[in-house]
């Protein structure tokens, strides 16, 4: 698959992602443009199945509305507020960590750049460019490990890690793919191009796939 052959392969994604439940920060962002919450969901669904994160963000702000929030609630309440969420423990404490660090560093702001957002603890690039993506509604690639695995089967790019995928799609993705290229990918990754056993077989985007097209050659 190259770039330029692109376009109906996201016709096709966006299909089958409008039959999908929306991925947890854009469920958010659907209730609330709220940087803090979308930042909040993004860090609590790392390592987290979706419906755990969504019923976990429900409780949370209920209780915890911003950073003034986070600041007063004692870790140990918060710890129970979001847990079964994975790594509950870390996260607690990480998010405690950052009220005082958007203060520090942004003056109280949540930060809208991915170069900024990296700053505050417990914020990788993955979530740096998805509540860049989400929250502030501007380009960012948000690459996890599904986009960095189907990009590498499509045979869209060649690389080794997340970060390498992320700043190839940067200099060679059209910028009209960028928000979405997430959520279409991981909704994909999940129901069909699996990590293990992908179902090539029922694939709508089998007649694109360089691994269907090696597979075949292999006999
Ligand atoms: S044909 Fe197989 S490997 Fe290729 S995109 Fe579809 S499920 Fe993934």
Aim: glycine fraction near 6%.
């Amino acid at each position: 698959m190259t770039i330029k052959g692109l376009a109906p392969v996201m016709r096709i994604l966006r299909r089958e992602y409008e039959k999908k439940q929306a991925p947890v920060a854009e469920l958010v962002q659907a209730r609330t443009s709220d940087p803090f919450q979308v930042l909040v969901a993004t860090i609590l669904s790392a390592r987290t199945l979706d419906q755990t994160t969504a019923q976990a963000c429900r409780r949370l702000f209920k209780v915890v509305r911003n950073l003034n929030d986070l600041q007063r609630i004692p870790r140990e309440r918060l710890s129970r507020l979001i847990y079964p969420v994975g790594f509950y423990r870390t996260k607690a404490k990480l998010l405690k960590q950052l009220p005082r660090a958007v203060t520090q560093y942004f003056n109280g702001v949540i930060p809208g750049t991915v170069e900024d957002l990296i700053r505050l603890p417990g914020v990788g690039r993955k979530t740096a460019n998805l509540v860049v993506a989400v929250a502030f509604n501007k380009p960012a690639i948000c690459v996890d490990t599904h986009v960095h695995r189907i990009c590498n089967r499509w045979g869209l790019i060649r690389t080794r890690t997340p970060l390498e995928t992320e700043m190839a799609l940067r200099r060679r993705l059209p910028l009209k793919y960028w928000r979405e290229f997430n959520a279409c990918l991981v909704s994909f990754g999940q129901s069909v191009c699996r990590p293990i056993s992908p179902h090539c077989g029922v694939c709508p985007l089998r007649a694109y796939c360089r691994r269907v097209g090696v597979m075949t050659a292999l006999g």
